[in-house]
């Protein structure tokens, strides 16, 4: 790890209340680099197609902006991993719906949680998960934005908690060249991986490499984590303020490795979840951390 002089870009989730443009607001202020979005409502399977209209607006506003990149995450309803039946077709449709949603928008990819296996075994699981993909990307031929598989904190049965099984999975599909990958902070250490320390953190980085492959991976979620290292549970602390704390954003900071890989908060934005004050805060702190030492 040393210092990079690669201009490392953050930013974070927001929302698209009142049409997708709306989001580029939202990041200005909060002062983004780059953004992340869903691309429909989140809590549903379907929702009505995209407009010509909205898709201009949208077009639109990222021109006048300096934001790039941008990757939409899908909602949380698939499950990829589901065996056959209504569930598995539910999740295979609307992963479709939300790729060709970003392809009409240009987003550089789709993060997606890869799925549980709901009692079947890892193996089987993953097995499910390439199937799905190949029928996904047989639906979406020629399509440029990517699926991101990202990585969970192993709550239940999900599957990715490992990057060994992200990478069962790539080497599962026909067409691994249309996958990319994801790393979230708070989900690495809640699978028991401790970015604090450095050994632990340098073979972490040895791990992916090795499995997933750096160059794989689009985008990193840096969130910090309530619940401690190996806890398994999957939730957000603002950075700085949870477990893996200044030492461990400030050894990942300052890995030159991935000073080019853009950082997306995903981290709390009060009761109405539209605040742009905790983005900004919680921005300025990591980009305090860039050229520190742990």
């Not at 200005?28 to 691309?39: N, R």
């Not at 991993?81 to 789709?110: F, H, V």
Request: proline share 3%; net charge negative.
């Amino acid at each position: 790890m040393s210092k990079s002089n690669v201009q490392q870009r953050f930013g974070a989730h927001m929302s698209i209340a009142g049409g997708l443009h709306l989001a580029f607001e939202l990041a200005h202020a909060a002062g983004c680099d780059c953004l992340q979005i869903f691309v429909k409502n989140q809590r549903q399977w379907v929702a009505k197609p995209l407009d010509d209209a909205s898709i201009s607006a949208f077009g639109g506003a990222w021109k006048q902006s300096q934001i790039t990149p941008i990757v939409a995450h899908a909602t949380y309803l698939i499950n990829l991993g589901a065996p056959d039946g209504d569930n598995r077709q539910k999740s295979i449709r609307a992963t479709i719906d939300e790729l060709e949603r970003c392809e009409a928008l240009g987003l550089l990819g789709l993060v997606l949680h890869p799925g549980a296996h709901l009692g079947a075994g890892v193996d089987e699981g993953i097995r499910r998960i390439a199937a799905g993909l190949d029928e996904i990307h047989k639906a979406t031929s020629g399509f440029r934005t990517k699926v991101l598989l990202e990585n969970t904190a192993g709550q239940g049965s999900t599957i990715g908690s490992k990057p060994a099984e992200l990478r069962g999975i790539i080497d599962g599909v026909k067409a691994p060249e249309r996958l990319g990958a994801c790393i979230d902070t708070c989900h690495l250490f809640a699978a028991g991986y401790d970015l604090r320390d450095a050994g632990k953190y340098d073979e972490m980085m040895g791990e992916i490499d090795s499995t997933i492959g750096l160059a794989r991976i689009a985008c990193l979620h840096v969130n910090d984590s309530k619940a401690g290292c190996g806890s398994h549970l999957d939730r957000h602390e603002h950075i700085g303020e949870g477990q893996i704390g200044q030492a461990g954003f400030v050894r990942l900071l300052n890995d030159k490795r991935l000073a080019h890989i853009p950082r997306i908060l995903e981290t709390d934005k009060g009761d109405d979840g539209r605040s742009v004050e905790l983005d900004m805060k919680n921005l300025a702190t990591l980009r305090g951390y860039v050229s520190r030492q742990p």
